[in-house]
Structure formats: C-alpha cells, structure tokens
Antibody, heavy 118, light 107 residues
Framework: QVQLVQSGAEVKKPGASVKVSCQAS????????IHWVRQAPGQGLEWMGI????????TYEQKFQGRVTMTRDTSTTTVYMELSSLRSEDTAIYYC???????????WGQGTLVTVSS | DIQMTQSPSSVSASVGDRVTITCRAS??????LAWYQQKPGKAPTLLIY???NLQSGVPSRFSGSGSGTHFTLTISGLQPEDFATYYC?????????FGGGTKVEIE
C-alpha cells in the first residue's frame, strides 16, 4: 500500500532553517510527483511546490521562491523540503503528498509540525 | 495566480440533508479540479478528481460537477462521518491552489 512517512516535529528559532523528510513506499517512486502543502493552525491548506522524482526538477509557489528547496534521493525514495529564514508565520503542519495522474493529490503523509518560536 | 473561492465558508446541516459546496476559479481551469475532506487532526483525503471522478473507496453520496470556472461538490444524504472541512483544489499550468475551505457542521 502507498505510504508517505514524514519526519518528526521540529521547534526552530526565527531565522533558522528546517528540513523535513518524506519517505515513500508501496509504489513506483519515479512515476509520481511529490507535493508539499502546509497548514497553519486553524487555517486552510497552502500549496508550496512540487518535485519531479525522476528529473529532480521543481516548481515552487512564488510566495516561497528563494526560501524553499525541495530535493529527492532516489536510493532511499525520500523527498526533502527545506525552508529557510523561518518566521513565526511559518508555524504550521507540513504535509508531503503524492500527485496523481489527473493533477489530483491522492495520498498524503501524516504531517510534520514545525513550530517557530523564540 | 489562479484564486479559488469556496462558498459557503461554513454550513450547518442535519443527517440526511443534501449539501452543496461551490468553488469558483478566477480563470478558466478546464476540468482540473479536485475535492478533499479533512477531519480535525488528520491529513486531507481525496474525494473527487478531474471534477467528477470519484476516488476509489469514496461513497457514492459524494458527487462533483462543473467546468471552466464554476464547480460544485454535492453530498446527497449527509452521514455523521461527513461532518468535516472540505477543500477544492485546481491544477492549471502545473501550479496548484486550494480553496479556503467549507466547514460542514451539525445543525
């Protein structure tokens, strides 16, 4: 069965960086894109970007350009999302999710809570 | 950027009711529209993709329709497990956007 297992919760100070991992299993890793979506406390879903596991190419939401880096390691079927220059507004649950073949998002990780606090 | 406007932001309903949620895109997105359900403390789950296709395992009381810029999610015969927040999502030109969400609450 398809599984996306994310790394554990993080607490960071303003200005620091955080790197969240997402290990995929149960399907052909190169075939499906991986999205990153975040959700601030009590708020809606916000799309951050997408990575092509085959080519390691990425597309980022403009809001995060220059601060986010998404990468993948095909040997461990793991995708990473690094967000730098953290501020309190970045406190959120960060989800990795698999992109389906009709531009939907069909499987989600369990989420990683990132707390930014001095 | 394409904006997705969902309405209403919340709705109160009873078990057995028919509930309709609307999502409007700021630009033409063909049929690249999906719907998700999210329960408190859980990751979202996919309900419908490409406007009207039911994801495997999703009950048939959920249906989607629309095209272009106007889309709807209908729940026919609301069940207790359907009380949750629902999001639409567009995918045009490989940029994705979510609607603001609709919370379906017990009346």
């Amino acid at each position: 069965q398809v599984q996306l297992v994310q790394s554990g919760a993080e607490v960071k100070k303003p200005g620091a960086s955080v790197k969240v991992s997402c290990q995929a299993s149960g399907y052909s890793f190169p075939t499906y894109y991986i999205h990153w979506v975040r959700q601030a406390p009590g708020q809606g879903l916000e799309w951050m970007g997408i990575v092509n596991p085959t080519r390691n190419s990425t597309t980022y939401e403009q809001k995060f350009q220059g601060r986010v880096t998404m990468t993948r390691d095909t040997s461990t079927t793991t995708v990473y999302m690094e967000l730098s220059s953290l501020r309190s507004e970045d406190t959120a649950i960060y989800y990795c999710a698999r992109g389906g073949l009709a531009e939907e998002i069909d499987y989600w990780g369990q989420g990683t809570l990132v707390t930014v606090s001095s | 950027d394409i904006q997705m406007t969902q309405s209403p932001s919340s709705v109160s309903a009873s078990v057995g009711d028919r509930v309709t949620i609307t999502c409007r895109a700021s630009q033409y997105i063909s049929n690249w529209l999906a719907w998700y359900q999210q329960k408190p403390g859980k990751a979202p789950t996919l309900l419908i993709y490409a406007t009207s296709n039911l994801q495997s395992g999703v009950p048939s009381r959920f249906s989607g329709s629309g095209s272009g810029t106007h889309f709807t999610l209908t729940i026919s015969g609301l069940q207790p497990e359907d009380f949750a927040t629902y999001y639409c999502q567009q995918a045009k030109d490989f940029f994705f956007t979510f609607g603001g969400g609709t919370k379906v609450e017990i009346e």
